[in-house]
């Protein structure tokens, strides 16, 4: 059920590449009849290909807060956003070896409700734009650690289709 009150709940799904995320967060948003916020980073490498740099990032990052902040004035309720900022960090990170460091000051300013944290026993899908399913695990510690060190709230999201819709709608549940 969608909170009583007007107050639009934030829910983020993260987590490294090929783990449900888009899907998830799609499940979720008809379920609740709202919004959800594609993965602008996606739809940026399909346009200008995966060989980036850090001004790629900031366009990544920067039309990902647009795409959320157009999405969250027509939600209801809820607001579920196919990734965020702190997964923009972590691929700059991977595969730069560095993050503008505007992006933590976003980061660390930025309010949401709730981070459903994807695990990697999803399989992996190749689709001709993801890179790396050997850092996946990496990934996967490393955004557990930078959400555990904001002191962020998280769910841990396993198990297959199913059972991942339930677990995430049992942990958005829980924020009312």
Not at 143 to 167: A, D, K, M, Q, V
Request: charge should be negative; include cysteine; charged fraction near 30%.
């Amino acid at each position: 059920m969608p909170p009583e009150t007007e107050i639009l709940k934030k829910v983020v799904l993260t987590g490294p590449e090929s783990v449900g995320k888009s899907f998830l967060a799609k499940a979720l948003a008809d379920h609740y009849h709202t919004e959800f916020v594609e993965e602008y980073g996606r739809y940026y490498v399909e346009k200008f290909g995966t060989d980036f740099d850090l001004l790629d990032i900031t366009h990544i990052a920067a039309g990902q807060l647009l795409y959320e902040d157009a999405a969250a004035e027509k939600a209801n309720g809820y607001l579920f956003c196919d990734t965020d900022l702190i997964l923009t960090k972590v691929w700059s990170e991977f595969v730069l070896g560095t993050c503008p460091q505007w992006i933590d000051q976003i980061i660390e300013s930025r309010d949401y409700d709730l981070w459903l944290l994807m695990d990697t026993d999803w399989t992996w899908h190749e689709d001709g734009i993801r890179k790396f399913p050997g850092i996946r695990e990496d990934m996967f510690a490393r955004i557990r650690e930078i959400l555990e060190s904001l002191n962020r709230p998280y769910t841990i999201i396993r198990g297959s289709g199913t059972e991942r819709f339930y677990c995430a709608l049992k942990a958005v549940e829980a924020i009312d």
